[in-house]
């Protein structure tokens, strides 16, 4: 079986890995929210939730580096690698692609700034890193702007899901905090 470069493999690949990229997104800022909020049960352990973060966020990276490899190889869109790093730069779509290119931006900033934590120091490090509360809704916002598969009921369920959860995790880590410090 061979991959045309202008077939529909390739798009079908970008959404596919779009999705996935986005569902990990999620997870992360899901795991990371869990692990500030020193989240720990009997069955579920600390460490356990730290390291989860830091592979799935590991793990967005290959998928994300996926997603942009499909979408720059497809001779179809003609979009340019430049474009998923600098907003605006392609005519395919243009603001909605320009979220990605800002989501993805951000992504290697916390990428990044996280695996050279120990030299940047630990308040430095954190001011970058609430950039994911930034991030993660500008990657929903490209997901279901550019999203061929926004109009299915699936996709749009999943994402629905992918809002809720992270509007739950927000809502206990605001009240712990507000608790903690009434305290
Ligand atoms: C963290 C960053 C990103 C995430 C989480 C993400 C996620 C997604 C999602 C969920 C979709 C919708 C898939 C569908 O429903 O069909 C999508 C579509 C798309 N993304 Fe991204 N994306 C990101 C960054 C980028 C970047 C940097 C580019 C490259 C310029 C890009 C190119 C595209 C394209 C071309 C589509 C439209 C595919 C179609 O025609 O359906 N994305 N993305």
Redesign the pocket.
């Known amino acids: 079986m061979s991959l045309s470069l202008n077939g529909p493999g390739l ?1 079908y690949a ?2 596919a890995t ?2 996935v ?2 569902l990990l ?1 999620t997870a992360s800022v899901l795991l990371g929210v869990l692990t500030a909020g020193r989240f720990a049960s009997d069955r579920w352990p600390r460490f356990l939730t730290v390291g989860l973060h830091r592979n799935v966020s590991l793990l967005i990276g290959v998928f ?1 580096f996926l ?2 490899g499909t ?1 720059v190889v497809d001779t179809y ?1 003609n ?1 340019p690698l430049i ?2 790093f600098i907003p605006f730069s ?1 005519s ?2 243009t603001g909605w ?1 320009a979220l ?2 800002v ?2 931006d951000l ?1 290697i900033a916390l990428v990044v700034t996280s695996l050279v934590r120990n030299r940047l120091g630990h308040k430095t490090w954190r001011r970058i890193h609430w950039a994911a509360y930034l ?1 993660w809704p500008v ?1 929903v916002a ?2 279901l702007g ?5 109009t299915t009921i699936w ?1 749009f369920a999943l994402t629905v899901l992918c809002v809720a959860t992270v509007a739950a995790v927000a809502t206990w880590r605001f009240v712990s905090s507000a608790k903690a410090g009434a305290r």
Not at 146 to 150: I, S, Y
């Open positions: 798009w970008t959404r779009g999705l990229t986005l997104l994300l997603h942009i979408t869109t979009i474009s998923a392609t395919y779509k692609l990605g290119a989501a993805c992504m991030c990657a490209h997901g550019a999203g061929t598969d926004r996709v």
